[in-house]
Each structure stands twice: as C-alpha cells, then as structure tokens.
C-alpha cells in the first residue's frame, strides 16, 4: 500500500497514451482505511452527447462488471474509445494515474491510455471519478480502428484492463497499486455513429476505406 506522494509526474493529454507536463492535483489524498486492504471496482461512462471543444456532455455512471458490455464511442478526437474509470477505496490516490487497454488473443494491448485519474469523494466514502460529464475524468482506451486483429471488436469479447498506477519514467519504473481484468463485449453504441463504428471496428479495416453494410456476424467470438 502507498503512503506517501509520489515524485514529479507528467498529466495524460486528451488522446490516448500521451502525457502532458503538470501534476495531478492532489485535492484527496489517502482515502479510506490505512489499515485495511485496498479495493476496487471498474466503472465506465456512457451517453450523452459530447461537445468537441470541452470534452463535456450529459453522461452517466454505472459499474462494469465481468462479462458486460462496453459501449464504444465516438469521441472529439479520432476513433472510437470506450470511456472506463474506477472506484477505489483504503488507498492513497494522490499523483496517481489511469490505464486502461483491451488486450488481443495474444495478450497484445489494442491500445493503452494513461491520464491523471481525477478522483472525487462519493456518498460511500469511496473515491470515484470527479464528473460523468467530462471524459477527461476517464481512460479513454482506444478500440478501433486498430490494424492486425484477430477478430472484429464490436460484438466479440476481449479482455479489458484497468490499473490505478504511477507516471514512470526511465528513472522510475511505473508502479501498479491496484489493477483488475474482466472480460466485455464492446458495442456500437451510437444509432447516430453505428455504421461508421461497425466498419472501424472491423479487423480488416485499413484507414480511409469505405464499408458495405455487413450481414449478421452471428454470435460472439472470444479467445479460444
């Protein structure tokens, strides 16, 4: 268990694996109980329109368990992500970061996202993401288009990856405090967006093609 700040690390930017140059602020630190074990629970983001300029729209919370499904997404920047967070709890969170990434029959992540996670305290006395609203208080995984896959993403199961860690550096390693991988199904979401996803997120899609309606892909395929 982590006591005590860490040094000085370098915030995510908007897109996804990239890091920008200030602190996390540390508006909570230790939360909980320092003499019991940490815990966790994943959560991700859903609906709700997003303005292209803040980031920020009408969204909604709910947990995300093992075998559910995760919403795909069309954000401000390019592809599709899924909004993912967390929920913890007896852990100190100030300086900490956000990863997230679903990972291919390989093991292969498909594409990480690491950003300052922004806590703040629920009703509970867990700490959670600050707003539903912003997707900035989330991983923002990316899902598709993503080249050499081994099955298309929307509609078949992949393992999704959550970790509470440190920035990292050459000079210091990333430490993981708390990490959890389930199995979801990813889904177009969006009516609006549903075709441009579904092509996306076909596993033969090359940037810049132009996809015919597919037939039903039957049901979902996971790793064997």
Do not use: H
Request: include cysteine.
């Amino acid at each position: 268990m982590r006591l005590s700040p860490l040094l000085a690390i370098v915030l995510a930017a908007c897109s996804g694996g990239s890091e920008t140059d200030a602190d996390p602020a540390c508006a909570i630190p230790f939360v909980g109980d320092p003499n019991a074990e940490p815990e966790l629970e994943l959560v991700v983001r859903e609906g709700g329109d997003i303005d292209p300029n803040t980031g920020v729209g009408s969204g909604t919370m709910r947990v995300l368990a093992d075998g559910d499904m995760l919403p795909i997404v069309k954000p401000p920047q390019l592809g599709k992500v899924a909004f993912v967070g967390m929920r913890v709890n007896n852990i100190d969170v100030c300086q900490t970061y956000i990863k997230a990434y679903l990972s291919d029959c390989d093991g292969r992540p498909v594409a990480i996202d690491k950003r300052p996670a922004r806590f703040r305290i629920a009703e509970d006395g867990w700490a959670e993401p600050q707003d539903a609203d912003s997707i900035s208080n989330f991983a923002n995984p990316q899902t598709c288009p993503v080249p050499g896959l081994s099955r298309d993403v929307n509609g078949n199961w992949y393992e999704l990856t959550v970790a509470l860690v440190s920035q990292g550096s050459a000079a210091e390693p990333e430490v993981t405090y708390l990490e959890r991988t389930i199995t979801v199904l990813p889904y177009c979401s969006e009516p609006a967006n549903f075709a441009e996803c579904e092509c996306e997120c076909d596993k033969d899609y090359r940037l810049g093609q132009t996809c015919e309606p597919e037939d039903d892909a039957g049901p979902p395929v996971g790793c064997e």
